[in-house]
T-cell receptor, first 112, second 108 residues
Framework: EAQVTQNPRYLITVTGKKLTVTCSQN?????MSWYRQDPGLGLRQIYY???????DKGDVPEGYKVSRKEKRNFPLILESPSPNQTSLYFCASSPRYNYGYTFGSGTRLTVV | KNEVEQSPQNLTAQEGEFITINCSYSVGISALHWLQQHPGGGIVSLFM???GKKKHGRLIATINIQEKHSSLHITASHPRDSAVYICAVSGTGNQFYFGTGTSLTVIP
């Protein structure tokens, strides 16, 4: 089944403890991206990747890192999480930029 | 800054009604997207369009590039259409901008 898989689905962590949210797609898509969703603010783009080894900042990249060492994986790294990074995170992929997007199921992160 | 504005924010309709959700944007775009988010949280891409009109089942999306406006119509609405509908635009600089969503409730 064609899908974008995010892990974990739920995560509670403490301030400052490094964490990684994984995102993997099995559709050979070139474009991948990360978003966060907050009440009243909607979805905002964090980082995106046009292809392997090509990443760029979205609207709200501060406090996040990404890497794209292979086509299928695009992990989101929070090196020193803070409570303002408590949010619902989505990963998405697309054959290329501006084709239809497939979203992962989301990761609900709480930083205490 | 609100690159994408949606209206209404909330909408309640009776089953069978014709529904329209509007989206206006202020940036240059390469495409406009309509997304659906169900109460469980998952997001599904409904349409991507850069001109004209697209139809999928009971859903119709239109865009007017000159007026920087798009509409999503749902004909013969059904309770299973209850969801949040999100308008998003792909900017010309490879970035995405999202509206805050329209929460639709269809009552049987």
């Amino acid at each position: 089944e064609a899908q974008v898989t995010q892990n974990p689905r739920y995560l509670i962590t403490v301030t400052g403890k490094k964490l990684t949210v994984t995102c993997s797609q099995n559709m050979n898509h070139e474009y991948m991206s990360w978003y966060r969703q907050d009440p009243g603010l909607g979805l905002r783009q964090i980082y995106y990747s046009m292809n392997v080894e090509v990443t760029d900042k979205g609207d709200v990249p501060e406090g996040y890192k990404v890497s794209r060492k292979e086509k299928r994986n695009f992990p989101l790294i929070l090196e020193s999480p803070s409570p303002n990074q408590t949010s619902l995170y989505f990963c998405a992929s697309s054959p290329r930029y501006n084709y239809g997007y497939t979203f992962g199921s989301g990761t609900r992160l709480t930083v205490v | 800054k609100n690159e994408v504005e949606q209206s209404p924010q909330n909408l309640t309709a009776q089953e069978g009604e014709f529904i329209t959700i509007n989206c206006s944007y202020s940036v240059g775009i390469s495409a406009l997207h309509w997304l659906q988010q169900h109460p469980g949280g998952g997001i599904v891409s409904l349409f991507m369009l850069s001109s004209g009109k697209k139809k999928h089942g009971r859903l119709i999306a239109t865009i007017n590039i000159q007026e920087k406006h798009s509409s999503l119509h749902i004909t013969a609405s059904h309770p299973r259409d209850s969801a949040v509908y999100i308008c998003a635009v792909s900017g010309t600089g490879n970035q995405f901008y999202f509206g805050t969503g329209t929460s639709l409730t269809v009552i049987p």
